[in-house]
């Protein structure tokens, strides 16, 4: 046996290679689904034959926009000899990013107070650092985005986990209420939600805020809410969509125009503080150092020069309901409990047997892929990802039929 496998360092000291922390982000299990499914799956072996149903993530499958490819070729031709260098938040960047928050929220953000990231996974992990001490509680619903616990573990935050009303999709501010403790620094929602398409309505934000504010005020430390609205502008039926910055001014709102434009690698969003919020100025200086501090993560020069065109158009999102609407009704028609999701990409349903992996795994046999809903801590379920193109769908549609004819017919 080598030193290395022995688990005895050159020095003769017991260890590892990795720390405590990182071997406890490999550990979590939604993280291990999301690296199988990536790397080792039939999924990943698949996903780009040409029978392929990719309903797996929200990626596209069709090409870009025009407007969104000129926007982007606009800017990389060079205006000056300091074009490609250094950039921090860029004014222009803030100001249209600002000015778009006003128009769909009626809040009167202010430029100074958009801090620009690599996407809303970036702009999660820095409201996140910016409030909480390693050891302090984070609570999310479930089904959640799979990547909230990976960040909280990273920054040796400790996950509570509540479940939402299963019948309408919303949050269970009992359930919240129930989870609060001292120790309690933050709660995390996200409208309109990954996985389930649900758009929280003002009056449960509302009831929400009351909560946070009481809680507060009992346990003599503010609670935070992260708001995850990296799909705030994939609404459907006409709907309003409304923030938590409208009811709760201790809101930190994390936005990515990757889901507004459909293009997930190229990555663009921020952090934003609304003008309600007290102590906004103290968390400025903080959270531009944590922009240097945690590796540079502003976005790409190219991508900042562009953000104020893109942010004068998006994907189609009648096209999105279209497709929303295609499925539900072809798939309510088969015997699925299909709900129609009132945003995001996403449709969650119920699987036709407990035990969702088997069920997910029978359509992937087929070409068609689907996620389970243990990825999203919640067994008996599967995600359909919207991004899905028409023919994808019109191929899977006898797949899915076939595959709840067999559940039904094995018992």
């Known amino acids: 046996m080598t030193t290395a496998q022995s688990g005895v360092h050159a020095s003769g000291a017991p260890g590892t290679a990795a720390s405590q922390r990182a071997a406890a982000i490999a550990a979590i299990p939604s993280y291990q689904l999301i690296n199988t499914f990536l790397n080792n799956s039939l999924y990943a072996r698949r996903k780009f034959e040409p029978t392929a149903c990719d309903f797996g993530f929200g990626n596209p499958h069709q090409m870009p926009q025009d407007e969104y ?39 009167p953000f202010e430029p100074e107070h958009i801090y620009l990231s690599t996407g809303g996974f970036t702009a999660i992990a820095l409201a996140l650092k910016a409030v909480t001490d390693p050891g302090d509680e984070v609570i999310y619903s479930l089904p959640p985005w799979f990547c909230y616990e990976p960040i909280l573990v990273e920054s040796g935050l400790t ?34 939600n990954n996985p389930t398409g649900r ?17 507060s005020a009992r346990n003599g430390r ?76 502003y976005p790409n020069a190219t991508l900042q020069y562009a953000l104020p065109q893109l942010e004068t158009f998006s994907i189609d999102v009648g096209r999105l ?46 070409d068609v892929f ?10 008996g379920f599967f995600r359909i990802s ?13 797949i899915f039929r076939t595959a709840i004819e067999e559940a039904e017919s094995s018992g």
Not at 78 to 107: C, G, H, I, M
Not at 165 to 187: M, Q
Not at 370 to 379: A, D, I, N, Q, S
């Open 69 to 107: 490819v000129t926007a982007l070729r606009d800017v990389l031709t060079p205006r000056n000899n300091e074009w490609f260098a250094y950039k921090t938040n860029l004014p222009e960047a803030q100001d249209a990013a600002a000015a778009s928050l006003q128009r769909l929220l009626d809040v």
């Open 159 to 192: 996950p509570v986990k509540v479940r939402i009303n299963p019948e309408t999709f919303d949050l269970d501010l009992d359930a919240i209420a129930g989870a609060i403790t001292p120790r309690t620094h933050v709660v995390i929602i996200n409208s309109p």
């Open 199 to 215: 758009i929280y309505p003002p009056e449960l934000l509302a009831r929400l805020a009351a909560l946070l504010e009481e809680a």
């Open 222 to 297: 503010r609670i935070y809410l992260v708001s995850d609205e990296a799909y705030n502008r994939i609404v459907y039926d006409g709907l309003r969509f409304h923030s938590p910055v409208e009811f709760y001014p201790f809101t930190l709102l994390a936005y990515s125009y990757g889901k507004t434009h459909l293009a997930p690698g190229e990555r663009i969003g921020y952090l934003a503080l609304p003008p309600t919020m007290p102590d906004r100025d103290q968390l400025q200086a903080v959270i531009q150092a944590l922009q240097l501090a945690t590796g540079w993560v």
């Open 321 to 366: 309901q279209r497709k929303r609407d295609v499925m539900v009704d072809a798939l309510a028609g088969m015997g699925y409990k299909a709900k129609r999701s009132e945003g995001s990409f996403y449709l969650y349903m119920e699987s036709p047997v407990p035990y969702d992996m088997a069920f997910t795994e029978r359509l992937a046999a087929k």
């Open 370 to 379: 689907v996620f389970p809903g243990v990825m999203f801590e919640t067994p």
């Open 386 to 398: 919207l991004t899905a193109n028409e023919d994808m769908i019109e191929r899977s549609l006898p």
